[in-house]
């Protein structure tokens, strides 16, 4: 408890965050079988190295991750039930990022979308936001943005 | 690598087009389009020919009411004579202007012939017997006019024919030019009146008994004359038929040749066939005119079609370094993100409870290999640059600058840029490759034009080129903008540095490496009248 609080005190003076607004963040670090319980973030992107990159963010943050190299790929897992959030290039080959949203809403679902591209042309963005996206963020993006758009997504989550 | 693809894309597309641009420039050079030098196209040809049949339709239905006499019309011959003095002027000055563009002596022949053909109808309606009492019933005034008339214009026709083939291909100075189409105008004029006077006077100065029987006599030969002359001309028109123009005067024979059939074929005035004959004249002439006239504005349709795709052709060739730009950022971007994520991941791993230096150690690999795609990706764009090296060939770079001029000459307009020009002649030529110089002017003009976007007055695009001694070539471009702040003059050759809203930030870094990659420098002071002065130096060959 000592031990949680002090964490907790570091963490903020570190990065200079109140606790109320980074609750997710704190959470304790998931072993496998707990991940089933943890809020699960699907990562899309065709580049591993930036696949790999915010799968590790997105750890260090508690969460379970799950990286797909195309949308195909993605829509055709098993994860699709059970993900919180979709972090996804908009630009890669096969299906793009804007077709992935378009599939998922067909099928009904309203998964929290994030988009993050190296390419931001504000057409893409008013279309993707229009269609419901949670955010567009052009590379390379604060991590500190992309952490407060995923703990919205969680938050929308767990309302509904 | 995707931007490489780009990249060689760009230059694929670049050379053909710019290519295709050049031979067409030169072909237009060489010809203009007129439609005194286009051969006609098939449907010119059918509609020729079915206006042609038309008339000679016309003339076989007229045939055998040809002598009904009708009675005379006191409107028909000043209406006609209008008309003919209206359509042949147009047409005359169609001609004339044809002849201002060509400079071939044929054209003036012709619109010579229609000048005059205009002019005289004024003297030909005037001495009409009839028309004013009927003061010459015997009408040799009018018949000498008429004769003449119709003398001279199948003359001016074989005229333009005879000329058309041995064409001195000369440039006609443009006094000299005006010069001629006035002096021909004038003695047409001058000529309308002398017959005028002639034939006139003739009527007063001879016993008009001997006259009478002379014109009277000389009916049957001035006839055959006049056929076998329209006869002449459209032969020879047809044997060396080439143009539009040659299509058109054929079917303007073929009208005369009727007219003069009917009128030889009646033998006398006021009968279906008289008025019948000048109506089918009439008609040819207008449909003429009508032709011509629809034929120039289609073909300056045509023309302004290719135009404004070569400008468009010219913009995408403008856009190719935007385009590069674009990708390059776009490639760069990807491991600079990896890298910015992986070390906020990797600091969160370190911040835990018990840090997990695996995640830690993942994450720096991961940074590292980011950084060195980024190396690797820096490399390319100087390989790309430097790699043309067998493209390089003698350049004068006062030629270069006149043509980027060009090219950039209508973003200067419509920024109201005035561009102020200072060439040493005496240049040496420097070794180089033609398409990246020229990037990279462009990419410095637009540059300053953007830097003089925001300022009023007074915008000046100052370029100059001077020696740089020793065995350099110096070219320098200075805008009158609100200048480069000192504290970021270090900063703006590198890559993704931007001051500009919209903007990569890589123009001036490829520019730089285009320059250095020629063994030249490129650098940036500040103008002595405020803005940026972009200077870059090149070696030059060895001295001509």
């Known amino acids: ?19 109320a607004e980074n609750s997710p963040r704190l959470r ?19 580049d591993e190295s930036m696949r790999c990159a915010i799968k590790s963010l997105v750890t260090s943050l508690g969460f379970g991750a799950y990286t797909f190299a195309s949308a195909q790929k993605f829509l055709q897992s098993t994860h699709l039930d059970h993900t919180s959030c979709v972090i996804t290039d908009l630009q890669m080959p096969g299906l793009n990022g804007i077709e992935l949203q378009k599939s998922l809403l067909a099928q009904g679902r309203h998964i929290p979308i994030i988009f993050v591209t190296a390419f931001p042309e504000e057409r893409l963005r008013a279309r993707v936001m229009e269609a419901g996206a949670l955010g567009f963020l052009s590379k390379p993006f604060e991590s500190e943005t992309l952490i407060k758009l995923i703990d919205k997504a969680i938050e929308a989550g767990r309302k509904t | 690598m995707k931007f490489r693809a780009i990249a060689q894309n760009g230059a694929a597309r670049d050379s053909p087009g710019g290519m295709a641009a050049t031979a067409t420039t030169g072909a237009l050079d060489e010809q203009p389009i007129l439609l005194s030098t286009l051969p006609p196209s098939r ?16 003339f076989c239905a007229t045939v055998p009411f040809a002598a009904v006499p009708v009675g005379y019309i006191r409107e028909f011959i000043p209406a006609y004579a209008a008309a003919m003095f209206v359509i042949s002027s147009i047409t005359s000055a169609l001609l004339f202007v044809q002849f201002s563009v060509v400079h071939s ?13 205009a002019l005289i109808t004024i003297p030909w309606a005037l001495t009409f017997p009839d028309l004013f009492g009927a003061a010459d019933m015997a009408g040799t005034t009018w018949g000498v006019i008429t004769r003449i008339w119709r003398l001279v214009f199948p003359l001016s026709v074989i005229g333009y024919i005879l000329l058309k083939d041995d064409e001195a291909k000369r440039a006609w100075p443009s006094p000299l030019l005006y010069f001629a189409i006035l002096l021909s105008a004038a003695a047409l004029f001058v000529a309308a009146d002398l017959v005028t006077w002639l ?9 008009s008994g001997l006259m009478f029987s002379v014109i009277n006599r000389a009916q049957a030969d001035w006839n055959a004359l006049l056929l076998l002359l329209a006869l002449f001309a459209l032969a020879l028109l047809w044997s060396r038929r080439r143009s539009v123009l040659d299509l058109w005067l054929m079917v303007v024979m073929c009208g005369l040749l009727i007219e003069l059939c009917l009128i030889i074929l009646v033998g006398r005035r006021y009968v279906v066939g008289w008025y019948a004959a000048r109506v089918y004249f009439l008609v040819s002439s207008t449909l003429v005119l009508a032709v011509l006239l629809s034929e120039t504005a289609l073909l300056y349709a045509r023309l302004a079609r290719s135009v404004m795709a070569e400008s468009r052709e010219r913009e995408a060739r403008l856009m190719t370094m935007d385009v590069l730009s674009a990708s390059i950022a776009h490639e760069m971007n990807q491991p600079l993100a990896s890298i910015v994520t992986n070390a906020d991941a990797a600091a969160r791993w370190m911040g835990r409870p018990t840090p997990d230096l695996d995640e830690v150690k993942a994450s720096l690999g991961q940074i590292r290999n980011s950084a060195y795609r980024a190396r690797d990706l820096i490399v390319s764009i100087r390989a790309m640059v430097k790699r043309d090296d067998r493209n390089r060939t003698p350049l004068d770079l006062n030629d270069l600058v006149r043509e980027v001029l060009t090219l950039t000459e209508r973003e200067l307009q419509r920024n109201r840029v005035s561009v102020k020009v200072e060439l040493d002649e005496h240049l040496p030529l420097v070794n180089a490759d033609q398409v990246q110089l020229q990037q990279v002017l462009v990419n410095l003009i637009t540059n300053a034009i953007d830097a003089m976007a925001e300022k009023k007055w007074p915008r000046i695009l100052r370029i100059e080129s001077a020696v740089q001694e020793p065995g350099g070539v110096l070219i320098s471009v200075a805008d009158t903008g609100k200048g480069i702040d000192p504290q970021i003059v270090d900063r703006i050759f590198n890559p993704l540095f931007t001051t500009k809203s919209s903007g990569m930030g890589m123009g001036l870094a490829i520019c730089r490496s285009i320059i250095e990659a020629h063994d030249g420098r490129l650098q940036v002071s500040a103008g002595v009248e405020g803005g940026a002065v972009f200077q870059f130096v090149l070696p030059a060959t060895i001295a001509r």
């Open chain 2, 105 to 117: 002596r044929s054209l003036l022949a012709v619109s010579g012939g229609y000048l005059f053909s």
């Open chain 1, 1 to 19: 408890m000592i031990l949680a609080v002090a964490t907790v005190t570091y963490l903020c003076c570190v990065q200079g965050f109140s606790p």
């Open chain 1, 28 to 46: 304790p670090y998931v072993e496998d079988e707990q991940l089933q319980n943890a809020p699960i973030i699907s990562i899309i992107d065709d």
């Open chain 2, 199 to 207: 034939a006139t006077g003739m009527r007063e100065l001879t016993p």
């Open chain 2, 43 to 58: 449907g010119q040809k059918r509609l020729a020919l079915a206006i042609v049949l038309l008339l000679l339709a016309a």
